[in-house]
């Protein structure tokens, strides 16, 4: 399984991004995909999932501002991030089963 995470970039606060992580290899449509952050000198950290139930999980700190989606058509999943704050800047990774994407650097300036 490959994962490729794009969509990353710099953003002044209150602003929007929306990454994009797509799938290739040996996948299942049922599969759960994550996408998770670390900041510099912190632990990765689960931002949120979606599975295949179509059942979503956010990180308290992002209910409210993130949306995951995923289109199965694309073997694709969304975060839709609006409301961007400063200490949403890290790298983010996708996850799907025990396969990570190389992470897209998300930088919010104030």
């Known amino acids: 399984v490959q994962l490729q995470a794009s969509g990353g970039g710099l953003v002044q606060a209150g602003g929007s991004l929306r990454l994009s992580c797509v799938a290739s290899?040996?996948?299942?449509?049922?599969?759960?995909v994550g996408w998770y952050r670390q900041a510099r000198g912190n632990q990765r950290e689960l931002v949120a999932e979606?599975?295949?139930?179509?059942?979503?999980n956010y990180a308290d700190s992002v209910k409210g501002r993130f949306t995951i989606s995923r289109d199965d058509a694309k073997n694709t999943v969304y975060l839709q991030m609006s409301s961007l704050k400063p200490e949403d800047t890290a790298v983010y990774y996708c996850?799907?089963?025990?396969?990570w994407g190389q992470g897209t650097q998300v930088t919010v300036s104030s």
């Open positions: 290899g040996n996948i299942y449509r049922l599969d759960n």
């Open positions: 979606i599975l295949g139930t179509g059942t979503t």
């Open positions: 996850r799907r089963r025990n396969f």
